[in-house]
């Protein structure tokens, strides 16, 4: 597989629309975990929340899964390397859904998956859909071709 591959993208204004609203969310959560910004916990708290999940070692999967929600949704406002930025931040939605919400029910307000799964619906749509129309992808590719 080659980078054009994986940045080749037509001037569709679908991914816009999807990537920058999940962007924002995604890098906002990501700087909850990282940096306990906007009244988040930081790697400490994450990562002894990830702990008592069953989510070993604590600390790495904190660091893991705030990066990837950090960079993630910065790439996906950037519209930068869209499709293995929103494989990453699937990947991630499955395990928030499956390892801590899945037993709590869909409803968010019981704790459980509705938002990781709507997450996870625009993440895996953006994988075969790419960045579109005023994305750094789209623009990379014009510059290709």
Do not use: C
Not at 35 to 56: C, H, I, N, P
């Amino acid at each position: 597989m080659n980078i054009q591959t994986l940045i080749n993208t037509d001037e569709q204004w679908g991914s816009l629309l999807l990537r920058i609203p999940a962007g924002v969310i995604f890098a906002a959560h990501g700087a909850q975990k990282l940096f306990a910004w906007f009244g988040g916990y930081g790697l400490e708290g994450t990562g002894q929340f990830m702990a008592s999940q069953g989510l070993e070692p604590g600390y790495l999967m904190a660091l893991l899964a705030g990066s990837a929600e950090f960079f993630g949704g910065i790439a996906l406002i950037l519209g930068l390397l869209v499709r293995p930025a929103a494989l990453v931040l699937a990947i991630t939605m499955l395990v928030a859904i499956f390892a801590v919400h899945f037993s709590a029910g869909l409803f968010i307000a019981n704790g459980g998956y509705e938002f990781a799964l709507a997450l996870l619906a625009v993440t895996a749509a953006l994988i075969p859909l790419g960045a579109g129309k005023y994305s750094a992808d789209e623009w990379i590719t014009r510059r290709l071709a």
